[in-house]
């Protein structure tokens, strides 16, 4: 089974913490983290969860989850939406530009 991986945002929610906080949480090893690609921090959901008593100032009950996960469902088409054009933006305004270039030079031909 897959597990669920947080962003940032989200854990930060989740945990009642801002980015910055979370970020050094993880950076210091006292929660732990992943990079995807290098960069960007993931979270394991179930991990998140349990801290959330922890850092988060009370243990979330089923309920507050069940907010939780239903609003970070609602953002995850757009969000991938916008994680997909963030790490392919140079190709994509390259074969943007390679197609007018094409189009420009096929022009001048004909």
């Known amino acids: 089974m897959e597990d669920k991986l947080l962003t940032l945002k989200e854990a930060a929610q989740c ?24 960069v ?3 979270f394991k959901e179930e ?14 009950s089923e309920t507050t989850r069940g907010r939780f996960e239903e609003s970070a469902n609602r953002n995850t088409f757009l969000s991938g939406i916008r994680d ?7 190709y994509i305004i390259s074969l ?3 197609a007018f270039l094409i189009y420009v030079i096929l022009r ?3």
Do not use: C, M, T
Request: aromatic share 16%; no cysteine.
């Open 15 to 38: 945990l009642r913490l801002s980015e910055k906080e979370l970020r050094d949480l993880a950076d210091s090893g006292k929660i732990p983290a992943y990079h995807v690609g290098g």
């Open 40 to 42: 960007y921090l993931r």
């Open 47 to 60: 991990n998140i969860f349990s801290l959330r008593g922890k850092y988060g100032g009370h243990i979330a």
């Open 84 to 90: 997909f054009f963030y790490f392919n933006d140079f």
């Open 96 to 98: 943007a530009l390679i």
């Open 108 to 110: 001048s031909i004909g």
